[in-house]
């Protein structure tokens, strides 16, 4: 609770929106209801009601794209390669580093934020493919003429 808060803290003064989850059944109902605005998740692999693993698996059912961090004690390769498999963006052992957390969430929101940009160009420039594929014909030929 003590890092939670000690987190939540220097996150609520860099970002606009942050929530707060108790444990994993809180969190994603957060995620469930606000996916279009989460930029990022930071969750501890063991808490109450419902674990960040299960957590993560119910995200990634909504959205496989926002990035996910993983703090824990653990060092087992069970956990390691469940976060693996379900796509986690980050994986901190405690006693977690604060400035590599937050270095990571920003990396995180520039990946994603390029990525949106990307996605957005590319429908852009598909339009208006669309559009030219629908007013022209194009025919191409040799240097005799011929098609």
Do not use: W
């Amino acid at each position: 609770a003590h890092a939670r808060n000690t987190l939540t803290a220097i996150l609520v003064k860099l970002f606009k929106k942050v929530f707060v989850a108790e444990d994993g059944r809180q969190g994603l109902e957060y995620f469930k209801r606000n996916h279009e605005t989460i930029d990022v998740v930071i969750s501890d692999i063991n808490m109450p009601h419902m674990s960040g693993m299960e957590m993560l698996e119910g995200i990634r059912l909504i959205n496989k794209e926002t990035p996910f961090i993983f703090t824990t004690a653990h060092l087992e390769n069970d956990f390691l390669l469940g976060a693996i498999k379900n796509g986690v963006y980050y994986y901190a052992n405690k006693p977690v580093n604060i400035k590599d957390i937050i270095y990571k969430v920003q990396e995180a929101c520039k990946a994603q934020y390029q990525y949106v940009i990307a996605m957005h160009n590319h429908k852009e420039a598909q339009s208006y493919l669309n559009v030219i594929n629908q007013v022209a014909i194009v025919s191409k030929s040799d240097l005799f003429g011929d098609i």
